[in-house]
């Protein structure tokens, strides 16, 4: 069974990360887009945390014996990798309007004459 | 497909019969992703609808001729360097109104969904001064015709329940793109619009900064070319990200009403 201490810290801290992504979100620093994933990621971590016998459970079906909270660090890091992999797509995608945007304004350029550069 | 909405006393009132319509300067934004098919005749009902009305169609990245064929038909084209979503193609439209000091601008699918001779039902109201923004509604009494899939029905009920339950007010049709704005909606859109599903969270903060808006019954047709861009789990994604940003939206405090605004 998982140790009670671990259960609560790992509880809070989850929920705290939600708690942060939603102020975020508040404050306009954060689009609703990108925090899905991370809602999710906390959401996720919180209830496994804080549900006990479920976590002892899903250790016992992967095959987990000795410490059900390596449940724990497993979920965290496949979330963890896939709002990486989602940022690399965001970045991607950013990169390449990067390059659009930069083509668009040399040709408005050459559109204007040279001294529009100047 | 379905023709267009048969004419009766109600649905069409040419802008002729809108008095005060002529002295304002006014402005139709047309959002087209890929509707080279569609366009032409939807600037050519917006030109019998209203010879007056300045027609700006917003070509959000799309790959056919849209951008060539709404030039050629005399209309203005803002051409974005790469697709934004409908929520920014729209916003670029009302800056574009906003910085051009227009009085009243209405927006109009470029699909040919919405019906431009039922303008006149939308812009009344606002000419009257009753609503700062007007909105076509699918399911308000008395509309008919096309009222979208079941599931995005569905949903779309959904919607307008969580919403009038927020602003107070009954909405029915929080996804309608059909619109009639006066330069206080404009205002508001111009400065802040929301991203890639964006009328429902339009809708609450139009409330939250204290502007009028009232639904009006119209019909919408059947898509005639081109496809549309919701699937069904693209639906789900957006129920939740809009009710997400309605809710954490609800948490704001910088909603103060605009100084301008009436
Ligand atoms: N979907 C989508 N539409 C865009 C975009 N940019 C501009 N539009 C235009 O916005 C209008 C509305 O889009 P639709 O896909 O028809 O959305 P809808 O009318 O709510 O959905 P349907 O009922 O299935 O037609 C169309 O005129 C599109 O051409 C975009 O990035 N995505
Ligand atoms: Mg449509």
New binding site residues.
Partial sequence: MTPLAVSIAGAIASFTLVLVVLELIRSHRLRERYALLWLATGLTLTGLSAWREGLNTIAGWVGVRGYPPAVLFAVGILFILAVLLHYSTVISRLSDQNVMLAQRLALLEERLGDDATA | MRGPVPDTAVTTSPAGALRGLSDLRRVAIV?????AGALPAVIDELRAFDPGLDVVV?D?GSVDRTAAVARSMGARVLRLPF????GG?VQTGFRFAFENDYDLAVRV???G?HDPSQLGLLIAPVLAGEADIVVGSRFAADADGYR?SRTRRIGIRLLARVVSGIVGQRVTDT?S?FQALNKHGIALFARDYPHDYPEVEATVMVFRHRLRLIEVPVSMRE?GS?R???TSLRSVYYMVKVLLAIFVGLFRRNVVPQEDAR
């Avoid at chain 2, 697709?83 to 409908?86: A, D, H, K």
């Fill in positions: 959002p087209a992703l890929n509707e917003v959000d697709n934004l979503g409908i193609a699918d470029g699909d969904q979208s996804t793109g898509r081109g549309s861009s919701i």
